[in-house]
Nanobody, 114 residues
Framework: QVQLVESGGGLVQPGGSLRLSCAAS????????MGWYRQAPGKQRELVAR???????NYADSVKGRFTISRDNAKNTVYLQMNSLRPEDTAVYYC????????WGQGTQVTVSS
């Protein structure tokens, strides 16, 4: 079983930055893929970024060059650094862990507005 605890969401102005954190209850080496997803009202949940146990990363086209996913294995924590935020980034952001099956965090609200 994997438990995920998210933090770091909030309200920021366009062009601002936030760093989301996702703390996992087990070693990240035991998880094939960690990812961040987001869901805006009326839209489907979409992949934002993901990182494998080997360190490979990929990103949605809409966030490339602005967001960075990283991990701290000692803390069993994955981060999403979000820079140059735009109003269209507003969504609930969810941490995801894939091992034998998918696990999800509770979600954290990110609102980008002036």
């Amino acid at each position: 079983q994997v438990q995920l605890v998210e933090s770091g969401g909030g309200l920021v102005q366009p062009g601002g930055s936030l760093r989301l954190s996702c703390a996992a209850s087990i070693s990240l080496f035991s998880i094939y893929i960690m990812g961040w997803y987001r869901q805006a009202p009326g839209k489907q949940r979409e992949l934002v970024a993901r990182i494998t146990s080997g360190g490979s990363t990929n990103y949605a086209d809409s966030v490339k060059g602005r967001f960075t996913i990283s991990r701290d294995n000692a803390k069993n924590t994955v981060y999403l650094q979000m820079n140059s935020l735009r109003p269209e980034d507003t969504a609930v952001y969810y941490c995801n862990a894939n091992r034998v099956k998918d696990y999800w965090g509770q979600g954290t609200q990110v609102t980008v507005s002036s």
